[in-house]
């Protein structure tokens, strides 16, 4: 279980850290004093087309400590000094679907900085517990969130109805329709409780969360000012599938390599790809250029847990199959591994079988996507997957899920005439969303509306070398410091980045900085200075 919350904690997305916002960034110039009513009776609402509103309350909340609850897998967080505010909820139901979709408003009492902030889900789960809520209103926004009427990060019993067919309408929530519904509701509410609306209105969510981000970039161009849409997981319906891929390539090769062994190959991977980028930094600079062949370790032995063990050809085939991606029966690529540097021991995981031998172990957010919503049959073990199987499942998800999840689509002119701006980072050492799949949807868009520089004008994708998802636990790449501050000056200050502020505590604690490139750009040391300093480095086109 210990595990299981280290990995899952690195899926979540870090957001009240991404809610800080440092002085740099100005406050909005109609930032006046307001006047502040804490009242369902004040809050005139409108509902959003097709719904209807069911219910509408107001709390004051005085200033003190935020009890996060648990909400399985992870424990619950406390959140100290959170000022007085009001806290806003809403249900919004569409007649006649039997859906009710929560929409929570905080707003501070006294200090807001004039604007509103709704932040995304992660997993299953389509909003906030209470931590990002807590971190904006402690640095002045009104915020906001949605549970979109599911449930929470591992809980997909909302996905089929009584007859065993897809819940459509909890689905269509999740997918997409109660995001644009709570700013519609959040939006209406900011108003009603400051007597004005807010001078700028962004959007702040990484993994499921830059998903939404996006789905709101392409559909509802004009609900944020900006975006700030992290490992966004865009391609839901071919990354979902795709991140099994190590279980059924295990099953396949009847080879389980333990965390050990997958461990030394990331670790030798990094070792003889490290120096690419002319730095000795223990992070590859751009992955897309090693060629690290894991069979370069057959027959090392290594102590795991105690034991002896040998890295063999197997496990070197297993490893291989991993980076290079799920491929079709007839050997056509499907879709993108993790990149060569991520940790694989979330999606190749194994554990003991009943009889001692070793059997896969998937990680559960993929694991339920396919055996509930594609396979239809919650007991189904991904992890019993051949070959055959996995390319029929994979095709089944695009299908049927494209239109519905995918979150995919290019066509981002919409935003760009709106004004408003997308922004991005994703981490090239993330094992749970493949970040070639960012990459190749940054590439479609320039197909789509006329080259990079015209795309850069409104949407802007920065890589993260060494960087998980999320920026999560054990994170070894320098992260996005202030992301959100880069975005804000981007919107209100019409000062595009160039590039992204990044920081790490190295193992003695030193902190190490970078700035990350503008894609496509890729960071190169300058051949002197040092190693700890993003000055040392400058970004270059790449080199394949």
Known sequence: MRRLLTVFAAAVPLVTAAVYLPSAAAEPENSASTTFRCASTTIPLKAPAGT??????????????VEVPPVSPLPGDTIQDVPAHCEVTATVGHPGAGDHAKVQVWLPESGWNGRFQAVGGSAFAAGDYGSALAGAVKNGYAVATTDAGVSSYLDVSWALNSDGRINKASLENFASRSEHEAAVVAKQ????????????????????????????AQNHPGDYDGILADAPGINWDEFEVATVWPQVVMNEEHTYPT????????????????????AADGVIGDPATCDYDPRRLIGTTLECDGEQITFTAADATVVRKIWDGPRATSNKKLWYGPA????????????????????????????EWVSTFVKKQPAYDVSTAGYSEFQKLFRQSQAEFDDVIGSDDPDLSGLRKSGGKLLTWHGQADQLIPTQGTMDYRERVEKELGGAQRVDDFYRLF???GVNHCAGPGNTGPAPTDALGALIKWVEQGKAPQTL??????PSGKTVTRDLCLYPRVPQYRGNGDLADASSFRCVRPHH
């Open 189 to 216: 509410v900011v108003n009603g409780v400051y007597g004005r609306p807010a001078s700028y209105a962004y959007f702040n969510g990484c993994s499921t969360g830059g998903r939404q981000g996006y789905v709101e």
């Open 501 to 506: 502020s990044a920081s790490v505590k190295d």
């Open 463 to 465: 890589l993260a070398p």
């Open 52 to 65: 209807k509103i069911e219910s509408l309350t107001a709390v004051s909340r005085p200033t003190g400590t």
């Open 259 to 278: 965390k050990c062994e997958l461990a030394l190959a990331t670790r030798s991977a990094v070792k003889a790809c490290d120096t690419l980028d002319g």
């Open 340 to 367: 060569v540097g991520a940790d694989l021991t979330a999606l190749a995981d194994s554990k003991s079988g009943h009889d001692g031998t070793s059997v896969g172990a998937p990680f559960p957010v993929p694991a």
